[in-house]
């Protein structure tokens, strides 16, 4: 055996690379090994494929692929009676009953109560309104859905629900989300709502077939859906609905779909519901859509649909179609040089680029940039190419601060934000693009740490140069414009010499997210702010609503604390 091995020995010495290579071939042969003893048994489903349950009902998309990893090998084993999923959720257990009873699911009592408790702290996002049956063959809330089988978490499911409009979040198995605008299903005991998220142990989400359910108090009415069309609301008929809505047809088996392809097919971006007759137009101001009546008003059933609503004959039930509005999409250059150079100064982060969105299509002039973005040239802002001195443009982007700078532009319209929000979507432009998002490392490593130290007081320092050496400022908050779009955008305009056409205006209303929105998916689950960079923005908050108020402006907006 001896001289075997020195003859290898010998052998691998004339031979390296031979050795080398059995070595790499030994190191993967037994890593293989270890992962496949590692993962055997283990159920996962491919991104082709599809539970049974996740798209069943209307209007059902399925949005994310679910992956058990080991860590939820208990949730494989759910009875088959009391679940839907497929093959992995096969049963070893005969009842559910016998798992509660089992302490698999903790104390339920404890769980409810820590659940009741943090519903209260939600109350101004969400209200809790009980636990409801569900059904795999007709759901109880028939909007989107997602799972996540390893984070989900109350608020998770309500901001994904609430950021596409939909008035009701519905939390089910501990891991599964369901959105919709109407609860078609019984109430059930709050007991059987007896499972864990699996983000959170502390909350509930739902049970077996159970849904736990919030009602979203912010969800925005003017973003609600109904499959690829946008619930605007309940509204008064117009005095001229003849003129107001030129399109109409009787549909005695009325329902949402008919009513909204109908509008989508003669090219119009309102479909308006009246009980048995669809009407179609324009907003205008005749019909602003400004004026929301309560929804109970419209709350009358469709004949075509019995779980919808159809309006009435005095009020009706509008939803903006795919039709895009092309009154307010038309843009060019100035036709002669601008006499006046008109700053849009905002710092990073604070809706520069959706303001921009906003004043090309109010005004039809492209607006220009202190810098260029080629993605943003690629994009539409064809004034991005031009030198910010040429003339050509209607207004200039900037971030700049310096007392020179400033003094270059003759007037400015100050956009100021939230510096939380505006601190959290410069660090996701910085590592993620316009519209993208930091990677998870980026939060959590030194990156963020160091990005806060130094743009905080920048955000601070921003608007007070601004204040202090510009020559002729208009302050807007981004939070004002997001809330009434019509009237900020009314100042924005005449600061800039352009006399506002209100029909535009209202077009500008129905395309005012364009392309610059970032998804609601990816949002961060936990507060990046560390109670030392909460204390150093708060003061920095505090110099600049006391610099406001100096000068007789409103100061910055109640929602920027407490924090």
Not at 47 to 65: D, F, I, N, S
């Amino acid at each position: 055996m001896a001289k075997l091995l020195v003859k290898l020995q010998r052998y691998f010495r004339r031979k390296p690379v031979r050795f080398f290579t059995l070595l790499a071939l030994y190191l993967a042969a037994g890593s293989l090994v270890f992962l496949h003893s590692g993962f055997t048994g283990e159920p996962t489903v491919t991104g082709t494929q599809r539970g049974p349950g996740a798209g069943e009902g209307p209007g059902l998309p399925y949005l994310g692929v679910m992956q058990l990893s080991r860590g939820f090998k208990a949730a494989a084993t759910m009875p088959d009676g009391g679940r839907r999923h497929g093959p992995w959720f096969k049963s070893t257990s005969k009842e559910p009953s016998e798992r509660a009873k089992a302490g698999d699911y903790g104390s339920t009592r404890s769980r409810a109560l820590r659940a009741r408790s943090g519903r209260e702290k939600e109350e101004d996002r969400a209200r809790y309104i009980g636990c409801y049956v569900d059904n795999t063959r007709r759901r109880t809330l028939r909007g989107v859905s997602f799972f996540d089988y390893k984070k989900m978490t109350v608020f998770r499911c309500q901001d994904n629900c609430a950021e596409r409009g939909y008035l009701y979040a519905g939390l089910e198995f501990g891991a599964e989300c369901y959105c919709g605008h109407k609860i078609q299903a019984s109430n059930a005991s709050e007991s059987e709502c007896n499972m864990a998220c699996k983000g959170e142990r502390s909350n509930t989400c739902g049970g077996v077939n159970r849904l736990s359910i919030y009602r979203l108090e912010l969800a925005q009415e003017s973003a609600r859906r109904y499959g690829s069309a946008i619930f605007r609301g309940c509204f008064r008929r117009p005095d001229n609905v003849s003129i107001a809505l030129p399109v109409s047809q009787l549909m005695l088996n009325m329902s949402v779909d008919k009513c909204v392809d109908f509008c989508t097919e003669k090219e119009y971006p309102l479909s308006a519901l009246a009980g048995t007759a669809c009407r179609c137009g324009f907003p205008t101001t005749l019909f602003t859509l400004h004026e929301r009546e309560d929804e109970q008003l419209c709350a009358q059933k469709c004949a075509g649909e019995e779980f919808e609503s159809c309006g009435t004959a005095e009020y009706l039930l509008v939803y903006q179609t795919q039709v895009q509005d092309n009154r307010c999409m038309d843009r060019r250059f100035l036709p002669t040089r601008a006499k006046q150079l008109v700053a849009l100064a905002s710092f990073p982060g604070a809706g520069n680029t959706w303001a921009r969105h906003l004043i090309e299509l109010a005004t039809g002039f492209y607006t220009g940039s202190y810098y260029f973005d080629g993605s943003l040239y690629n994009k539409g802002f064809k004034g991005e190419r031009d030198h910010w001195r040429s003339g050509r443009t209607i207004c200039i982007k900037t971030h700049e601060s310096g007392q020179k700078e400033i003094e270059s532009f003759d007037s400015a319209i100050l956009l100021i934000r939230n510096p939380y929000k505006a601190l959290m979507a410069e660090f996701n432009r910085k590592y993620g693009g316009h519209i993208g998002f930091a990677a998870h490392a980026h939060w959590k490593g030194k990156e963020w740490p160091e990005f806060v130290a130094n743009y905080a007081p920048w955000w601070a320092t921003h608007t007070l140069d601004w204040l202090r050496y510009g020559k002729k400022v208009l302050v807007v908050h981004f939070e004002d414009l997001k809330r009434d779009l019509f009237v900020q955008l009314q100042r924005m305009v005449g600061l800039l010499g352009i006399a506002a056409c209100e029909d535009r205006l209202l077009c500008v209303e129905g395309q005012k997210d364009g392309n610059f929105k970032r998804s609601g998916l990816r949002k961060l689950e936990y507060d990046p702010y560390t109670p030392e960079m909460r204390k150093m923005i708060s003061g920095y908050i505090k110099t600049v609503d006391t610099a406001l108020k100096l000068r007789n402006l409103s100061g910055v907006p109640d929602d920027y604390y407490p924090r």
